[in-house]
């Protein structure tokens, strides 16, 4: 059997502490990567402390920076270090260090670009091209990035030509609905451990906007979550009983209608609370939630501004039930 060096790459010897440090992944988040997905098996001391070598420390960094770009976890964890390295080159070739042979060429996506191809794609009326656009984009720069700088971007960006008159109603349907189809492919697509925790993804009643629902369901899949998405409009009561059903940690709704009935919703959270107990998390999100933050903070109802924050607070919840 081949002796391992004291200073080779794969002797372990670095404790959890210092690995946090290189990677800039919090400790706990690097224990429940190991008993979730499996995407490290680092060894033990003999008082049983874990120990990585640098191999595995290589192989934490691209993890993060492939997941931090919205890649599902528990497909990262499968794939061989050489292979995330790849990846990462593409995804973000600044951030990979290629010591032999020439740099990956820089990516050559532009989001402006991809938003105006869809606008006309939804002008001619071209559903195909359009949800081709788009899955390109996923594609090009992952998931949650793509949320970001291509789908938010256009699905306000044909709010407003249908509000100046620029595109009828037929062309904001044909748009909504393909971007439905994307964001239910990629929902359909994710995958999750069977011991996954439970998190509901919605709208309360009286908020007929879904796709904030629709992309939160999205960063909660990426993050590995079993999700249970029911579309908009969804009672209180009814909330409370499916959280219940499902074991549910957490429900996600999203509020965006600051116009008709801002009031209706706000008592559909609160009612949402009382009825689900204290235990059960409740994370909203979207342009309506300005209007009552201090109330749903007294109610212990969770803000977020951003799929950022968002994911960072899934996987707080996630990491303390475990």
């Given at each position: 059997?081949?002796?391992?060096?004291d200073d080779?790459?794969?002797?372990?010897?670095?404790?959890?502490?210092?690995?946090?440090?290189?990677?800039?992944?919090?400790?706990?988040?690097?224990?429940?990567?190991?008993?979730?997905?499996r995407a490290?098996?680092?060894?033990?001391?003999?008082?049983?402390?874990?120990?990585?070598?640098?191999?595995?420390?290589?192989?934490?960094?691209?993890?993060?920076?492939?997941?931090?770009?919205?890649?599902?976890?528990?497909?990262?964890?499968?794939?061989?270090?050489?292979?995330?390295?790849?990846?990462?080159?593409?995804?973000?070739?600044?951030?990979?260090?290629?010591?032999?042979?020439?740099?990956?060429?820089?990516?050559?996506?532009?989001?402006?670009?991809?938003?105006?191809?869809?606008?006309?794609?939804?002008?001619?009326?071209?559903?195909?091209?359009?949800r081709?656009?788009?899955?390109?984009?996923?594609?090009?720069?992952?998931?949650?990035?793509?949320?970001?700088?291509?789908?938010?971007?256009?699905?306000?960006?044909?709010?407003?030509?249908?509000?100046?008159?620029?595109i009828?109603v037929?062309?904001?349907?044909?748009?909504?609905?393909?971007?439905r189809?994307?964001?239910?492919?990629?929902?359909?697509?994710?995958?999750?451990?069977?011991?996954?925790?439970?998190?509901?993804?919605?709208?309360?009643?009286?908020?007929?906007?879904?796709?904030?629902?629709?992309?939160?369901?999205?960063?909660?899949?990426?993050?590995?979550?079993?999700?249970?998405?029911?579309?908009?409009?969804?009672?209180?009561?009814?909330?409370?009983?499916?959280?219940?059903?499902?074991?549910?940690?957490?429900v996600l709704?999203?509020l965006?209608?600051?116009?008709?009935?801002?009031?209706?919703l706000?008592?559909?959270?609160?009612?949402?609370?009382?009825?689900?107990?204290?235990?059960?998390?409740?994370?909203?999100?979207?342009?309506?939630?300005e209007?009552?933050?201090?109330?749903?903070?007294r109610?212990?109802?969770?803000?977020?501004?951003?799929?950022?924050?968002?994911?960072q607070?899934?996987?707080?919840?996630?990491?303390?039930?475990t």
């Open positions: 059997m081949p002796t391992i060096r080779s790459p794969t002797t372990p010897r670095h404790p959890i502490r210092v690995v946090a440090e290189k990677t800039g992944i919090t400790a706990a988040t690097l224990r429940a990567w190991e008993r979730r997905h490290i098996a680092p060894r033990r001391s003999a008082g049983s402390q874990r120990l990585y070598s640098d191999a595995d420390i290589e192989r934490l960094r691209l993890i993060g920076q492939l997941a931090a770009a919205g890649y599902p976890l528990a497909n990262l964890a499968r794939q061989a270090t050489s292979t995330l390295a790849r990846l990462l080159a593409e995804v973000a070739p600044d951030a990979v260090e290629v010591p032999d042979g020439p740099r990956p060429a820089a990516s050559t996506f532009n989001s402006a670009a991809a938003v105006a191809r869809m606008m006309q794609d939804a002008r001619d009326l071209d559903a195909k091209s359009l081709a656009t788009v899955t390109a984009a996923i594609f090009e720069v992952g998931p949650l990035p793509a949320l970001d700088a291509v789908v938010s971007p256009f699905l306000r960006a044909v709010g407003d030509a249908w509000a100046c008159g620029d009828g037929a062309h904001e349907h044909l748009a909504s609905a393909a971007m189809d994307v964001l239910g492919w990629l929902l359909q697509n994710s995958t999750h451990d069977r011991k996954a925790p439970a998190v509901v993804a919605t709208t309360p009643a009286g908020e007929l906007h879904e796709f904030g629902a629709m992309m939160a369901a999205v960063v909660a899949a990426v993050a590995g979550w079993r999700v249970l998405y029911l579309g908009p409009n969804v009672p209180a009561a009814e909330l409370v009983r499916i959280a219940k059903e499902s074991r549910a940690r957490a709704a999203s965006s209608n600051r116009e008709d009935a801002p009031a209706v706000r008592d559909e959270l609160l009612r949402l609370r009382d009825g689900a107990g204290s235990r059960l998390h409740i994370i909203v999100g979207g342009a309506a939630t209007d009552h933050r201090l109330t749903f903070r109610a212990g109802i969770e803000l977020v501004e951003s799929r950022a924050a968002l994911r607070a899934l996987d707080a919840i996630w990491t303390r039930s």
